[in-house]
């Protein structure tokens, strides 16, 4: 792609990025087969390919963009589909986190879009103030019809996680046994306040494969939702704390920082280039998906668990912002579960983040159509590894939804999760065992049968 910046733009850091990002596009549009927004509108505005098209001319005018601009950029999930499908690799996440930003600064939102991002922003971050929203939220439920569908969204939220205290304070939690590891633990914001036991199940199951936790202070919201809502300034505030908090571990021995929350995850591992500093880049080296530092510790399974099928969702920050695919599943499997792949997997569910706040129709389309293809294929358990994903499938879906974590903490000796424990689990069907041999059998038509999924 050809761009026309003037020479004191390109002497702007951020331009000069975004400059290099639009050059690497050469517009083959393999990325419209997955992003969602295209798929559902069939308008080329909401293709990976037509926001670029977008934020090169709105970046070149170097002003205040179109409302139409503003309109189909905010209607991008950042699910990063297109980043995974792109034949040349397209840094499109940081593209649109330079055009976010650039809208906060320069585009006057109507006064109800100003009100109600300000209000995400100030809240979600923050967990005690995000757990006394939940509480505010829950009184208003009976006038829940009577609000816009934003609003209503909000107490959709409420409704679906009450408010439970039990906010994590800052601790050491000793490995059990010879400690193998210590690590640091990112509480995070929003998840804190919706559901306490993802956390607690994260430090049970590390403390039990010898990982010493800690959970410093001032290590608190990792960025990510202020950054994808274009309030960098925030954004970076928060990355700094948190880097600080964790930077006084360094010289005492740090071997991971954990997260849970892989929208987290994507972030913190990103810390480098947000803040381009030397402690954040060496966090940002460190950071870890839980299930990445559980596969390097090699699963510990009771092997009591009963092969329930579990449907095993891919949250996007997951599969396509830090390639994580198969430690969760070879974990799950691990720990005596029968693993199902969803259809259409790399497609988003439509939580992300704050967006199924902001584009509540959106993220009700694409959380239906998540919905039904994980009942598809008949799970007696949906896993999935972001807390977002699971709220926004659990809405749709009467199959229970819980994390990644929960599962493999209860095959290694923690409790039954919650959401299993409210629904009587029907009884799983006997596995039959196989007996191998080194010929291997033809499928129909003379072809192998070891790919079953082909066929």
């Known amino acids: 792609?050809?761009?026309?910046?003037?020479?004191?733009?390109?002497?702007?850091?951020?331009?000069?990025?975004?400059?290099?990002?639009?050059?690497?596009?050469?517009?083959?549009?393999?990325?419209?087969?997955?992003?969602?927004?295209?798929?559902?509108?069939?308008?080329?505005?909401?293709?990976p390919r037509g926001r670029i098209d977008l934020i090169r001319a709105m970046l070149e005018r170097d002003g205040p963009p179109d409302a139409k601009t503003v309109h189909h950029l905010d209607r991008c999930l950042s699910c990063l589909s297109c980043v995974t499908t792109c034949a040349v690799k397209v840094d499109y996440a940081h593209l649109i986190d330079i055009a976010r930003n650039?809208?906060?600064?320069?585009?006057?939102?109507?006064?109800?879009?100003?009100?109600?991002?300000?209000?995400?922003?100030?809240t979600?971050?923050?967990?005690?103030?995000?757990?006394?929203?939940?509480?505010?939220?829950?009184?208003?439920?009976?006038?829940?019809?009577?609000?816009?569908?934003?609003?209503?969204?909000?107490?959709?939220?409420?409704?679906?996680?009450?408010?439970?205290?039990?906010?994590?304070?800052?601790?050491a939690y000793p490995a059990q046994g010879e400690r193998r590891l210590r690590v640091a633990l990112l509480a995070g914001c929003a998840q804190q306040a919706l559901d306490r036991e993802v956390n607690?199940?994260?430090?049970?199951?590390?403390?039990?494969?010898?990982?010493?936790?800690?959970?410093?202070?001032?290590?608190?919201c990792c960025g990510a939702l202020p950054l994808h809502m274009g309030r960098e300034v925030q954004a970076k505030s928060l990355a700094a704390a948190t880097v600080a908090a964790w930077s006084g571990l360094l010289d005492r021995g740090l071997d991971a920082v954990v997260v849970n929350a892989s929208g987290c995850g994507t972030t913190v591992k990103d810390y480098g280039h947000l803040l381009g500093t030397d402690p954040a880049r060496r966090i940002g080296a460190l950071a870890r998906d839980v299930t990445e530092i559980l596969a390097q510790l090699g699963l510990q399974a009771?092997?009591?668990?009963?092969?329930?099928?579990?449907?095993?969702?891919?949250?996007?920050?997951?599969?396509?912002?830090?390639?994580?695919?198969?430690?969760?599943?070879?974990?799950?499997?691990?720990?005596?579960?029968?693993?199902?792949?969803?259809?259409?997997?790399?497609?988003?569910?439509?939580?992300?983040?704050?967006?199924?706040?902001?584009?509540?129709?959106?993220?009700?389309?694409?959380?239906?159509?998540?919905?039904?293809?994980?009942?598809?294929?008949?799970?007696?358990?949906?896993?999935?590894?972001n807390l977002g994903c699971i709220v926004q499938?659990?809405?749709?879906?009467?199959?229970?939804?819980?994390?990644?974590?929960?599962?493999?903490d209860w095959a290694t000796g923690g409790p039954e999760p919650g959401d299993v424990r409210s629904r009587p689990l029907r009884e799983p069907a006997p596995v039959v065992a196989t007996v191998e041999t080194d010929a291997t059998p033809a499928a129909p038509g003379g072809a192998p049968s070891g790919n079953p999924g082909f066929w």
């Open 200 to 220: 607690a199940a994260t430090i049970r199951v590390l403390q039990r494969h010898g990982c010493e936790v800690v959970v410093a202070a001032g290590a608190g």
């Open 1 to 47: 792609m050809q761009t026309a910046f003037t020479r004191d733009q390109l002497a702007r850091p951020d331009i000069a990025e975004a400059d290099g990002i639009l050059k690497t596009c050469v517009h083959y549009g393999f990325c419209t087969a997955t992003c969602p927004t295209y798929v559902l509108f069939r308008d080329e505005n909401d293709s």
């Open 393 to 408: 499938i659990a809405r749709f879906s009467a199959v229970p939804v819980v994390h990644t974590v929960e599962l493999l």
């Open 102 to 122: 650039h809208i906060e600064k320069t585009f006057r939102r109507p006064w109800s879009d100003r009100l109600l991002r300000g209000l995400l922003a100030r």
């Open 302 to 385: 009771t092997g009591g668990m009963k092969p329930y099928r579990v449907a095993y969702h891919d949250a996007c920050s997951l599969q396509h912002g830090q390639r994580v695919t198969e430690p969760p599943r070879q974990l799950l499997r691990q720990a005596g579960f029968a693993v199902l792949d969803v259809p259409e997997k790399h497609f988003c569910c439509g939580s992300a983040g704050t967006y199924n706040l902001l584009q509540p129709d959106i993220a009700d389309a694409l959380g239906r159509r998540k919905a039904a293809h994980v009942e598809g294929v008949d799970p007696d358990i949906v896993a999935a590894g």
């Open 124 to 171: 979600l971050p923050y967990p005690g103030r995000f757990l006394a929203a939940l509480r505010l939220a829950s009184l208003a439920q009976p006038f829940a019809g009577a609000m816009p569908g934003r609003r209503r969204g909000l107490l959709a939220l409420a409704k679906a996680r009450p408010a439970r205290p039990g906010l994590l304070a800052p601790a």
